[in-house]
């Protein structure tokens, strides 16, 4: 018997409908249709994976990873998520698996280190693992600036290095990522590709990102979306090809505007 | 934040407060030629006593205020957050009245004056009339969830003034002695003699509320990042805010069952302790006790020194008076964003 994956989620799914609208429950209620922003998703993430969603606008990246994260709740969410063959608490899991939102936020006049520091509640306070965060992100020159003074870039980057900082020191870390490169300068990006590689020797990344060609130099593995399914599930050569992504995004001038994302080929394929 | 400056702010809070007190114990009305007038002298006897135990009672009481202001203001996200901004302390009074004018239409506690030994019985309904108002309230959102921080405030001034009307309107139903005495109560009057019993009552819950805060001051931080970074880094959200609820509930209820709906000494405390002690619950838990305590204290000894002719003001008139600017000023510095 082979061992559990790292990450696996079974079952993942989200649906906002009319009144919560448990399935079945709503058959009289017709105001309104419910819609599936993930239909039923099942994955299973390995050590060493780098592994970008990629889709549309609304096509359910954000859900896809709220779900991994375990952080989606109310009647419309189902499903769950092992890690290491694991059903987790949410204290347990907060050791090994750390999540950057979209929007990351803090409403209080924390300064950067501060923030990073908030990072160990689970693991316990440890100021090398801090500073390594911050250092990885290019931040430890500003660490002790208040997050308001920072640009909004900045307070992007503070939020992934308190996602590393949260699992410094886990042997099989698992890192999810929201969009993490918005509004971050391209050298920055570079700095935390390489932090996100070298991680990935011992752990997995999951992130979106809405670049494909970006999500082809950054990662190993694409998982395609669209409507809430996912339409392709490979190696970055097989899914983020012209062919794929103009299915997935429903819009040929992808096919033709190849000056967008100059190393994408057509071929690779759709699931059915 | 450093330890030397966190230091500092506590002495200054410490400070503020013991001086304060002293005022309050020495300032008083003393005989004279000319009859009673105001004096400076160092009390004794019973009038020590009685300055002493009502100088406990003003810090108790701004210390509870200071620990509700800080609960709703982390349970809320929203630095606007108090039990008077947000009508809680208006819906606790609102439960006060239901419970004396149910007394009085049903004889129950002999048509009382307030505080004739129902004290228990307002406090249940304080803290129900508090507790009403934190729900509904809490329901127009944290800032979180991308709402306007204002639009909670709105909300609760709104709530507020209904449940002003509604104890205006219970007032109809009972006497007029009885009403007067619901009147001065409804501004905001800490007891001129302070009931061992209930200083006790709402010192031990004070004490609670005080412990329940401090023992997750490393939760409550990382609840003041978004939602689902809390959640993901380990924090059970629906338990902390089921604490910080019931904390700033019944502190705000049973505050204002024993001194009336004082206003902004919730809301300031915390502020004063934040730029004192920084954003850590670790220090802001004391740090808005003190903050409270000494802000009340020092609004009672100053009430003191002001007799317009008809006795003295009830302390709600003064910190109405001092903190609303404190609050308009706050919100044009933009120290809510």
Not at chain 1, 32 to 61: F, P, Q, R
Not at chain 2, 102 to 118: D, M
Not at chain 2, 126 to 131: D, F, L
Not at chain 2, 197 to 208: E, I, K, P, Q, S
Request: charged share 15%; with cysteine; aromatic share 4%.
């Amino acid at each position: 018997m082979s061992a559990p994956p790292l990450l696996r989620a079974i079952a993942l799914a989200r649906r906002y409908g009319p009144a919560g609208a448990s399935v079945g429950a709503s058959v009289g209620a017709s105001v309104g249709a419910s819609v599936d922003a993930l239909v039923e998703t099942s994955l299973a993430i390995e050590v060493g994976e780098i592994v970008a969603i990629v889709g549309a606008n609304g096509s359910g990246k954000s859900t896809l990873l709220r779900a991994l994260a375990d952080v989606v709740h109310g009647p419309g969410a189902s499903g769950a998520v092992e890690l290491d063959g694991r059903r987790l608490s949410r204290a347990e899991a907060a050791r090994v698996r750390a999540f950057v939102p979209q929007r990351p936020d803090v409403a209080a006049e924390f300064t950067a280190r501060e923030v990073v520091e908030l990072g160990r509640f689970a693991r316990g306070a440890d100021d090398d693992a801090v500073a390594r965060s911050l250092a990885a992100v290019g931040l430890a020159a500003r660490a002790d600036r208040p997050m308001h003074v920072l640009s909004g870039g900045e307070r992007q980057r503070v939020a992934v290095a308190r996602a590393l900082a949260q699992i410094d020191g886990a042997s099989r870390p698992v890192l999810l990522l929201d969009e993490p490169f918005g509004g971050i300068d391209p050298a920055e990006v570079a700095r935390i590709v390489m932090t996100l590689r070298s991680f990935a020797s011992r752990g997995a990344v999951v992130l979106s990102l809405h670049d494909p060609g970006l999500a082809r130099q950054v990662a190993t593995r694409a998982i395609v979306l669209a409507g809430g399914c996912v339409v392709a599930d490979g190696p970055t050569r097989e899914t983020l090809t012209t062919t794929v992504l103009s299915a997935a995004y429903g819009h040929p001038m992808i096919e033709s505007a190849g000056w967008l994302a100059p190393d994408l080929e057509a071929g690779g394929t759709l699931r059915s | 934040m450093n330890t030397l400056s966190k230091s500092r702010g506590f002495a200054i809070l410490a400070g503020v407060l013991v001086v304060a007190g002293f005022l309050r114990i020495s300032l008083g009305p003393m005989a004279s030629e000319e009859g009673v007038r105001l004096g400076f002298s160092i009390a004794s006897g019973e009038f020590l006593q009685l300055r002493t135990m009502s100088v406990l009672s003003a810090a108790v009481v701004g210390a509870t205020l200071g620990l509700s202001g800080l609960a709703l203001q982390t349970l809320l996200r929203n630095p606007l957050a108090s039990p008077f901004v947000l009508g809680i302390s208006s819906g606790a009074g609102f439960g006060v009245a239901c419970v004396l004018v149910l007394g009085y239409l049903f004889g129950a506690s002999g048509a009382a004056s307030i505080f004739g030994g129902a004290w228990l019985t307002e406090a249940v309904g304080a803290v129900v009339g508090a507790a009403l108002a934190l729900a509904i309230v809490a329901r127009f959102g944290r800032s979180s969830d991308g709402h306007d921080p204002t639009t909670l405030v709105l909300a609760g001034v709104i709530l507020g003034s209904i449940f002003s009307a509604g104890t205006v309107l219970l007032e109809q139903l009972v006497p007029h002695g009885l009403r007067g005495d619901l009147l001065s109560w409804m501004a905001g009057r800490l007891p001129e003699i302070p009931e061992t019993r209930n200083l006790a009552t709402l010192g031990g819950a004070m004490a609670l509320g005080w412990f329940t805060l401090a023992a997750s001051a490393r939760a409550l931080d990382v609840s003041m990042l978004s939602e689902d970074e809390a959640r993901s880094s380990g924090v059970v959200l629906a338990t902390l805010r089921s604490r910080l609820f019931w904390v700033g509930g019944i502190l705000a209820g049973l505050a204002v069952a024993y001194a009336g709906p004082i206003g902004f000494v919730g809301l300031v405390g915390p502020h004063v302790a934040r730029r004192l002690l920084g954003p850590h619950h670790a220090a802001l838990v004391p740090g808005s006790a003190l903050a409270g305590a000494a802000l009340l204290v020092a609004a009672d000894a100053v009430r003191q020194l002001v007799d317009l002719g008809s006795g003295r003001l009830p302390v709600g008139v003064l910190t109405a008076l001092a903190g609303g600017p404190a609050f308009l000023w706050l919100l044009r510095r933009g120290a809510f964003r």
